[in-house]
């Protein structure tokens, strides 16, 4: 019995186990139900009396190394498996979900870089404005329909009347207030509106106010700038064109048409058969406005535009509804990331 546990122990040392199906085999050879060991405990009611405190130490010995074998091996083997972590580094990295822009950020993003080629500066204002910058500066009569309750969201009525800004026409009040000319800056920013909200119309949404102000600016100046912008948001064959209109803070106004990219000018239901888009509002910059914010309207002109960020990644991406840039719904989002 001694002998037959002292080969034991030698071949349980020097078993080599590169695998899982040899630490299998191992354990099934040596400390399985009916394996070398079990035998050897099954055996040990026939050692003599006198030697079985000695035997019995022995054969403990021999099982407890046995396993202390297997279960280190055990260990290093899963160590070393792929699946349980070992660091492979030829694999490639894992990937996980990365976000993608806002398609109002991406068109208000390459507003702003088209008018920064043309020595254009980006200026901001607060979204909560007072009457004078929304309203009364820009040449608002004082019985103008669009200071009306039902276009406004009022924060504050009477004296200190405080509101949403309706429009970023506010910014260039609040610049030529704090700068004197050249000025060339686009302002683009939220609006607000108190409007039901539908696939066309929502209570908020973007704009992007531009103001050009210095000697001898003429119209002429404004319509090639603006045919510059068109062609290089929209592509080189692009026109415009420019329709008689009103606005209380322009004299002349015009509201400004862009040649439809869908069909290429030749009729379809998104330009309603026209061949035209309309895009934005512009004018030369009223005397009034020029002197209420402090400008020499006698030394100075201007022009200036707005329009809807929302109108244009419309046309742009081909989205329809309003709706859909403030739901936040992943499936529309996801269909930006590659668009950067
Ligand atoms: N503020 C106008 C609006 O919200 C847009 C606009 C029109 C801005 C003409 C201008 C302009 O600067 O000259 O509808």
């Not at 546990?5 to 199906?21: P, Y």
């Not at 704090?178 to 696939?199: D, W």
């Not at 510059?228 to 004299?251: M, V």
């Not at 081909?318 to 996801?334: A, G, M, P, T």
């Amino acid at each position: 019995m001694k002998e037959l546990i002292e080969q034991l122990k030698t071949q349980v040392e020097n078993a080599e186990i590169k695998n899982t199906t040899d630490l299998e085999q191992f354990r099934i050879k040596y400390l399985g139900s009916k394996g070398e060991i079990k035998n050897l405990f099954n055996d040990f009611k026939n050692v003599p009396n006198d030697q079985k405190k000695e035997i019995g130490q022995q054969l403990n010995q021999l099982r407890m190394a046995t396993e202390d074998k297997f279960t280190l091996l055990k260990e290093q083997l899963e160590s070393s498996d792929e699946s349980a972590g070992s660091l492979d580094f030829s694999r490639s990295g894992e990937s996980f979900p990365l976000g993608s822009h806002h398609p109002i950020s991406l068109v208000r993003a390459e507003i702003i870089e088209i008018f920064s080629r043309i020595g254009y500066t980006v200026s901001e204002g607060p979204e909560i404005e007072d009457d004078w910058h929304n309203f009364s500066a820009l040449n608002f009569p004082p019985e103008h329909p669009a200071r009306d309750m039902q276009d406004t969201f009022f924060i504050e009525k009477g004296e200190n009347e405080m509101a949403l800004r309706t429009h970023t026409s506010s910014v260039q009040v609040r610049v030529m207030e704090n700068q004197q000319p050249p000025i060339r800056t686009i302002s683009p920013g939220r609006v607000y509106r108190n409007e039901a909200i539908s696939a066309r119309a929502h209570c908020f949404f973007h704009q992007v106010e531009g103001l050009y102000i210095d000697k001898n600016v003429s119209f002429a100046d404004l319509k090639q700038t603006l045919l510059y912008f068109a062609q290089e948001l929209f592509g080189e064959k692009a026109q415009i064109r420019l329709r008689p209109s009103y606005f209380p803070f322009t004299e002349p106004s015009a509201e400004v048409d862009v040649s439809c990219s869908i069909c290429n000018s030749a009729g379809c239901n998104v330009c309603k058969y026209t061949g035209w888009l309309e895009i934005l509002g512009c004018g030369m910059v009223d005397p009034n406005v020029l002197e209420a914010s402090g400008i020499d309207s006698t030394v100075y002109s201007g022009f200036a535009f707005g329009m809807g960020i929302e109108r244009i990644t419309q046309l742009k991406y081909k989205v329809n509804d309003l709706r859909l840039y403030s739901e936040n719904d992943i499936r529309f989002l996801n269909q930006f990331k590659s668009a950067l």
